[in-house]
């Protein structure tokens, strides 16, 4: 089947996960036996430093604003219908102008893979740190955009032939913003490549186990992006309220926006001698320090949203503490303690549970394994039953 993937850009350098998976996605495709186009919406931010072994083409929608690019979008559709089978679209971005193009009568099936929020929900924040306020007119051009995505916009994407969502949580989020309700729709995770990331990294499933220490101060680790509801500002008031800050050491990693703060925050609770912030680390570099550390703490994200950083945490073993009730526990299931999101206490105490039972860390190790080890974490078997979907809905169309 001739496929058409359609995503905003190709930045293998500086972007986030989201390419890693995309590109794994369009590998996989072809290894199923398909002809797979990429296009790229955005050409001018992409960052190919190795030869792609599929076909790319590059266009380039100038306009910024949301009606703009949806209009672009469906001009790309309109312009490769007579060479595609299947288009596929990164649904947050293209999925107003791909819903458009079914609605009025588009030829070629469509399908969207949503992987994160819409840029009209509420933005991210930091529950601790001070965060400047819309004015008045701002906020009402924010609730006028939202009102016209969700009661008009969202019933024409949802002329999208397949819908599928990386976590069910955001699936409910899509639904209850206006989206078709699908019961089929597909759960299909973050399609990571955790057998190869076995392999560069030479990790087994005991790696943890034969490192995991009976004494001695236990290294908390969290590396992202220092920016608005990444956790840093929980996770830092959640530490001082530890009863017994040598038996631990908190690592952070990265940079950002909130970078000053954090390190104000540090100040402010005392906690130098317990901290070492690496700052931004090459990508080897990050993760040799998963084989050093003990505890992945990630103290918040959006609950409809899943983590790139805790999918490779689970890779290497390492035990977690996350917020309950969103994508994180859908990923981590039983590799984790959950906390009340937004609790410190209750984050302090998870903390502490957890860094003092070294038979607790080694069950949460070896249940990332058993969770890795499911199909609902196999990429390739969840690529396998979306083609099925595709190949379906093509012979479907066929015998019209």
């Keep these: ?28 495709l072809i290894k199923l036996g398909n002809e797979v186009t990429a296009v790229t919406a955005f050409s001018y931010a992409n960052d190919i430093p190795n030869p792609l072994p599929y076909k790319l083409i590059e266009e380039n929608i100038t306009s910024r604003g949301l009606f703009g690019i949806q209009k672009g979008i469906f001009k790309i559709l309109k312009k490769y219908s007579d060479q595609a089978d299947f288009f596929h679209v990164d649904g947050h971005n293209f999925l107003y102008g791909a819903g458009l193009y079914r609605f009025l009568g588009g030829r070629i099936p469509v399908s969207a893979f ?59 989020a899509y639904e209850d913003f206006g989206m078709r309700k699908d019961p089929q729709a597909q759960i299909m995770g973050d399609p990571i490549d955790y057998p190869k990331i076995f392999r560069e990294n030479h990790i087994s499933p005991d790696d943890y186990l034969k490192r995991n220490k009976k004494s001695g101060p236990v290294a908390l680790f969290y590396s992202s992006r220092m920016a608005p509801g990444k956790g840093f500002d929980l996770l830092l008031t959640a530490f001082s309220k530890l009863k017994n800050k040598d038996n631990f050491r908190l690592i952070l990693g990265g940079t950002g926006p909130e970078a000053g703060a954090i390190r104000r925050m540090i100040s402010d609770f005392k906690l130098d001698p317990y901290m070492k ?38 890779a290497f073993g390492l035990p977690a503490i996350l917020p ?74 066929l015998n019209k």
């Design 114 to 172: 949503f992987n994160r929020e819409l840029s009209s929900w509420p933005e991210n924040i930091s529950s601790l740190f001070r965060a400047p306020k819309d004015s008045f007119p701002v906020q009402l051009k924010k609730k006028l955009r939202r009102w016209i995505e969700k009661y008009f916009l969202m019933p024409i994407a949802s002329h999208m032939d397949i819908i599928f969502y990386t976590n069910p949580v955001l699936r409910s």
């Design 277 to 314: 912030l690496t700052g931004w680390v090459t990508r080897e570099r990050l993760l040799e320090m998963h084989k050093e550390v003990d505890i992945f703490v990630q103290a918040h994200w959006r609950t409809d949203n899943t983590s790139i950083s805790l999918s490779y945490a689970m």
């Design 1 to 28: 089947m001739k496929i058409f993937f359609i995503t905003s850009k190709l930045n293998f350098r500086t972007a986030g996960g989201s390419i890693e998976e995309f590109d794994l996605m369009i590998r996989t």
């Design 324 to 397: 309950g009730g969103g994508g994180l526990e859908w990923v981590a299931r039983k590799s984790a303690l959950y906390f009340k999101d937004e609790d410190t206490d209750d984050l302090a105490k998870k903390i502490e549970q957890l860094g003092n039972d070294a038979n607790l860390r080694a069950e949460l190790s070896r249940n990332c394994y058993k969770r890795l080890g499911e199909d609902e974490m196999n990429h390739e078997k969840q690529i396998e039953r979306w083609l099925n979907k595709m190949k379906d809905i093509k012979s479907k169309s």
